[in-house]
Structure formats: structure tokens, C-alpha cells
């Protein structure tokens, strides 16, 4: 059913870029035959789910959406996709992203474009694109997406489901193809906050492969569900309502909270004030850590080499300037720049630091709030033959890349419509605060 319902829709909304037919259905078989034994199943026994191109899957072929990994086929599965497989889900196939998850439209992937289901002239978002129009269109009822600055946010935003951020060491990022490692987070794109807390219980916890997963016990996510927020004090910070915002975004927002209010929260206003530097400081830290994850890409290892070759310098130098696009080189370029002897200490060192009080400004606020309320983009999913420059991408991450700056969770929504388009609101927590953002999601659902 599952695939027929792709076959029927994909055409269209472009969310898959490799499928794993043959082998789900066999694996599906397989699982008809155990619970058909009276053999006890997994949690997620059946469920149909799809994993992001940036997640190893073995002997499926992974891309990251570029052309240099060429055909490249996983030797081993990512912790969380190995652990999707021990409950039993079956694995449809990968997603469409931004290559190497750098961007917010979906639009720099190698293979296709990928369309909103709500409407087919906008993007999805981005990265993971194909993971929230895989929900949004009924594809699949879970896809795994990562999230470096907003990745799961904004496109759970854009085509109207949710999708969420764990906190930094929540999930191991084992077998996730590295953009800024320090930023990166696998995390669930589903329908509901229920079907969210169940991918968490599954996927969560600690990882031998993964030396920055905290070994913080995994609560069950699912009892945080239908709970009463009487009392629940949600900060909305000041900073987060700029000029540039959306009128409809905004109106999406203010009722969001008047719904809170009715729920029994309090709204707090609260003061984020290092929120204008994050644009600037992810966009040295990011690409930084991503031109040296990317160095390993030479032409020798992975996927693509260039036949245009006499030695090995041109290898290299052949192999990478044909095999990335334009928006990985400009990362790379700026990433080394910013490393570079002569201007370490004024950018990457600097930025480090205003990392620091940009942490400590959450931390702050944290101390009087259970959660903090934000909108997720300042505008709805733009048109697909949009010529944004790429700094004018870039500031449209100011409401999610805080979060991964910081190491903090962040649920992404839907909250309502504004000219058709959905608009999301975003929940932030206190790092392992997951089962607040759960609480407060759940009783806004509703
Ligand atoms: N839009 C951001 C970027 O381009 C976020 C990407 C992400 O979270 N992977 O870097």
C-alpha cells in the first residue's frame, strides 16, 4: 500500500530519491509471518518509515544529495536507522535535502526538485525537504531528518507537521553523513507529537559508536502525552519579533499563545539578547566544521572521481571541484577562511565565544520558564523560482539556529494557516527537556 501510495504521489511532490521496495516488502513479509507465529514484535512493527539521504542504511545507497558520492552504498547502518530496524519499522527508502543538508529549500540536492505538498509551486524547506513532504503528502507515517540550524523545524514548518530537534546527545549521530558535527542532531518528522515521542523512545540513548551521546537515561516520551499544563510558564522573548516577520506568521503566533493562555499557561515576556549575533556566529561555526568534514571527500574514497585526471593533484582538485555544488564550495570556502591562521582568532575564535552567551543567555531564561515560544521562520514556504541570494536564505534561519548553537531542543508545530501556506511555532527546552516540549505540544494539538 505504501508504495503504491508513492508511486501515486512522488511524481508529483518529488520526496523520495531512492527506494528500498523489493527488500521492505520482503522485510514486511517477514514480519507478517512472526506476528502470524505469535512472535512478540517490535514497538514500530510494520510502520512504514523513510530516513533523510544523509543516513547510512546497509547496502542501500546513500547520497547525501550530491554528486560526489556518486552510487555510494552503506557498509553499516546508522545507529538510529539500526535501531528502527530492531522495532521492527520497515525502511521505504531515503529522502531528498540540500546536499549535505546545506540549505533551507531542498533546491541544492543533485537529484530533483522537491515540491509542497500544499502547494507544488513553493518549497518544501529545507534540508530535510523530502522527509516533511513525505508526511505531509501521507507517503510514510515517520521520516528521520537531521537538523544543523533548522533542518527538521523549518520544513516540518512549511508543510504543515511536526518535527523535532533533540537536544545535542540525545540521538547518536553514528552513521549520519557530517555537516557541523558539534550542531548536527537526527531527530522525527511525523504527523503528531504522539508518533514523535514514540520515534524518540526508540531512537534516544546512548551509543558506543557516538562518544558525545549522554548516557542520561531515556524516559518513556509517550507519558508526557494528554497531559494537563495548568501552571506551565512559556517565555516568549522579545528578540523574536523583528521587522521582518510575516503579518500572518506573526497572527499565527499571537493565537498560538492566546490557545496556551486558555490551556492554563502563563506567558512570560523574556530577553534573549545575544539572539542578533546567531545568523552571523552559525554561519562561521557551520561552515567551518563542515570544510573539514568535507575534506575527506577527495575523489579516492568515496562515490565520484573525476576521469579528467593526470595526477593526483588533479584528482583531487578535479574530483571535488565536479562533484560538490555551488553552495558546499561557498560553505568550504568560508569554513577555511575562517580557520585559516591569519583570521582564526577574529572570526572562529570569536564566534566560539559568542556561542557561549548565547548559551548562557537560554540558561538564563530556563531558570523561570519551562519552555520558550518562538515563531520557527519569519516567513511561509517561499516559490519555487524564487531567487533568494544566499544571504537573504541565511537570515531566514534566525529563529532556529539558536537552538543548535546552544544544544537545546526545539518541536516544531503546525499552528495554523496564512494565505494558504502552514505556519509552525516552534517550542524550545532545556537541554534533556524533551518530555516539557512533548507536554506543552501535545496539549496544543489538541
Ligand atoms: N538552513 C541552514 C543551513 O543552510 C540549516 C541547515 C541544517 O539544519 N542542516 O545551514
Redesign the pocket.
Same mark, same amino acid.
Given at each position: 500500500q505504501t508504495f503504491e501510495r508513492i508511486e501515486k504521489i512522488d511524481g508529483k511532490v518529488g520526496s523520495f530519491v531512492y527506494l528500498r521496495k523489493e527488500k521492505a516488502i520482503e522485510e514486511a513479509k517477514k514480519l507478517d509471518e512472526r506476528i502470524a507465529k505469535g512472535e512478540k514484535v517490535g514497538v514500530l512493527a510494520g510502520i512504514p518509515v523513510a530516513i533523510k539521504d544523509n543516513m547510512v542504511s546497509n547496502g542501500d545507497i546513500t547520497t547525501a544529495c550530491s554528486k560526489i558520492l556518486g552510487k555510494y552504498e552503506g557498509v553499516y547502518d546508522a545507529t538510529a536507522v539500526k535501531k528502527l530496524k530492531e522495532a521492527d519499522a520497515i525502511i521505504i527508502g531515503a529522502t531528498n535535502m540540500?546536499e549535505f543538508?546545506?540549505?533551507?529549500t531542498t533546491k541544492t540536492s543533485t537529484h530533483h526538485l522537491t515540491k509542497n505538498p500544499w502547494d507544488i509551486q513553493k518549497v518544501p524547506g529545507?534540508?530535510?525537504g523530502g522527509a516533511a513532504a513525505s508526511i505531509a503528502s501521507q507517503e510514510v507515517y515517520l521520516s528521520l531528518g537531521? #537538523?544543523?540550524?533548522?533542518?527538521?523545524r523549518?520544513p516540518a514548518s512549511f508543510c504543515g507537521v511536526v518535527g523535532l530537534k533533540p537536544t545535542y546527545g540525545r540521538v547518536s549521530r553514528y552513521g549520519l553523513i557530517a555537516?557541523a558535527s558539534s550542531? #548536527?542532531q537526527i531527530g522525527p518528522i511525523a504527523k503528531s507529537v504522539e508518533d514523535i515521542a514514540l520515534c524518540m523512545n526508540v531512537i534516544s540513548g546512548e551509543d558506543d559508536y557516538d562518544a558525545t551521546v549522554s548516557s542520561k537515561e531515556v524516559p518513556d516520551y509517550t507519558k508526557y502525552l494528554n497531559q494537563d499544563i495548568k501552571g506551565m510558564k512559556i517565555g516568549v522573548p522579545k528578540e523574536y519579533f523583528i521587522d521582518g516577520i510575516n503579518p500572518g506568521v506573526k497572527k499565527v503566533v499571537e493565537e498560538s499563545l492566546e490557545k496556551f493562555k486558555k490551556l492554563g499557561a502563563e506567558i512570560v515576556e523574556v530577553s534573549l539578547p545575544h539572539t542578533k549575533y546567531a545568523v552571523p556566529t552559525?554561519?562561521v561555526i557551520?561552515p567551518a566544521e563542515a570544510s573539514s568534514n568535507l575534506a575527506r571527500f577527495d575523489g579516492v574514497r568515496y562515490g565520484y572521481r573525476s576521469e579528467n585526471v593526470e595526477n593526483i593533484e588533479d584528482l583531487y582538485v578535479n574530483s571535488r571541484t565536479e562533484g560538490f555544488g555551488d553552495?558546499v564550495k561557498r560553505?568550504i570556502m568560508i569554513g577555511t577562511y575562517v580557520l585559516s591562521a591569519g583570521f582564526y582568532d577574529a572570526y572562529f575564535k570569536k564566534a566560539q565565544k559568542v556561542r557561549a552567551l548565547i548559551k548562557e543567555d537560554f540558561d538564563k531564561v530556563f531558570e523561570n520558564v519551562d519552555v520558550i515560544l518562538t515563531p520557527v521562520c519569519p516567513n511561509t514556504a517561499f516559490k519555487l523560482d524564487d531567487k533568494k541570494t544566499p544571504i537573504e536564505?541565511?537570515l531566514? #534561519?534566525i529563529f532556529?539556529?539558536s537552538a543548535?548553537l546552544a544544544g537545546i531542543p526545539g518541536l516544531s508545530i503546525p499552528a495554523g494557516k496564512s494565505e494558504g501556506m502552514p505556519v509552525g511555532i516552534q517550542l524550545l527546552g532545556k537541554a534533556f527537556g524533551e518530555e516539557e516540549l512533548i507536554k506543552a505540544g501535545s496539549a496544543f494539538e489538541k
Open positions: 540540500d543538508a546545506m540549505g533551507s529545507g534540508s530535510s537531521s #537538523d544543523t540550524g533548522g533542518s527538521i523549518q555537516f550542531l #548536527d552559525y554561519y557551520a553552495e560553505r536564505l541565511y531566514e #534561519d532556529t539556529i543548535n
